[in-house]
Each structure stands twice: as C-alpha cells, then as structure tokens.
C-alpha cells in the first residue's frame, strides 16, 4: 500500500478540482472587469496543477474571477426578461460589468435563430445586437433608438405579431399557472433566485419576490 502511495505523482489533479487549465484561464480571464496582462504573466509561472487545485492564493483569485465571469453570464441568461416586436426583433436590459455580452447575445441568438436580438448594457450605456447571421454590432445609443431603427428596414412578421405580450404579463400568467400553495418551498425558491439576482434589470419589478410569500385564495 505505502509503495503504491509513493508511485503517485505528487502534482496530480486531485479529485474534481475546481480550478482552470491553462488554456481556459488565457482564453477567458481578459473578459473579467479586472483584467491585467499582469495576469497572465503570473498565470504562465505556475505549474497548471496548482492552478487546477487551488492551490496557491493567486490560483485562487484567478479561479474566483473566472467564476465571476462565469455567474454573471448565466444569470444574464437566467434572468434577463425579453420583449419581442412584430418585426422580429427581440430586445432587453442587461447588467454586465464583465465582457460577456457576447456570449448572452449568441445563447438568445441560438434559441430565436430568426430574430435580431438587442440587448442594453446599463454598466455601459451601449446597446449590442447580434443578427440573423451571428454578426454582433455595438451602438452607443438607447435601446429604443437602436431596436426603431433596425425594425424601420424590416416587414411585419405575422407569427410575432399574434405574440405581442409584455415581459411582465408573460411571467406573470406563467407564475399564476404553477403555483401550487401545498408545494410552497421558499428556500428552494430563494435558493434558484438569490436575492442578489433582484438587482438585475429583469428582476427589480419583484413578480418573483411576489411569489414567495403567496396564498392561494390570492389567485381566486
């Protein structure tokens, strides 16, 4: 048994570790707000398996950025909340600090492959959009302007124009229809939708946080 233990590399990746390779840490960590080639630089002088194990206290901050980058992403894809035109052309308010508008305007851009997708960045003040051909363009200009513009030069679509509901009455009609009160579980619920998530544009009207506290007789 001791023989078999010594045999083992010392530097090998231990478990499911929650660090990064070398190759996703050069490849992503510029998108972070704090970025610096510092960096990078810092990241080449340790051997990957520290970086993979956490373990150093610079393995650990850079693995912490990446996580960063990576929660602000998905829940701008969680919680964002989109509003489509008879035009085709689907728009809404994100909050990025990092650079990850593109990777949320190709996650909308897969799922509405048809549409033009306009997404305000209120860290920003720009609006990016992204079109039928995955070509992403950014304006410094309101997401008004921006989505008034680009559906001037495009026909009516008959399909969207049979949808044209507001984000807040689509969450609200879908909350309504699930809601069971006798399967209530509020941690679960706080769980899925941290408190933090209020802050983002889609949240701060508080459908959800409606929802936690609810009676039944207030659906009758």
């Known amino acids: 048994m001791n023989k078999k233990l010594e045999n083992n590399d010392p530097l090998k990746v ?39 194990n956490n373990g150093t206290p ?9 996580k960063e980058i990576k929660t602000e992403a998905y829940r701008a894809k969680q919680f964002t909340r989109t509003e489509i035109n008879n035009r085709g052309v689907l728009y809404g308010v994100v909050l990025l600090r990092h650079r990850v508008m593109d990777i949320v305007l190709n996650y909308f851009h897969k799922r509405w492959p048809n549409c033009i997708i306009c997404l305000y960045n209120e860290y920003t003040n720009k609006t990016t959009i992204i079109n039928e051909k995955g070509k992403i363009e950014e304006f410094e200009s309101c997401l008004e302007n921006v989505v008034a513009n680009i559906s001037e030069n495009r026909s009516i679509i008959p399909y969207f124009n049979d949808i044209q509901f507001t984000g807040k009455e689509i969450f ?26 209020y802050n983002l544009p889609g949240m701060r009207s508080g459908i959800e946080k409606r929802f936690r506290n609810k009676e039944i007789n207030d659906f009758l």
């Open 172 to 197: 609200e009609t879908l909350y309504k229809s699930q809601y069971i009160s006798e399967r209530k579980n509020s941690s679960f619920f706080k769980k899925m939708i941290p408190n933090k998530c």
């Open 14 to 52: 231990v478990g499911s570790a929650r660090g990064h390779s070398y190759d996703e840490l050069i490849n992503n960590l510029p998108r972070h707000q704090k970025f610096s080639p510092n960096l990078i630089q810092g990241i080449k002088k340790i051997p990957e398996v520290i970086l993979r």
């Open 58 to 66: 610079f393995a650990k901050r850079v693995n912490r950025m990446m």
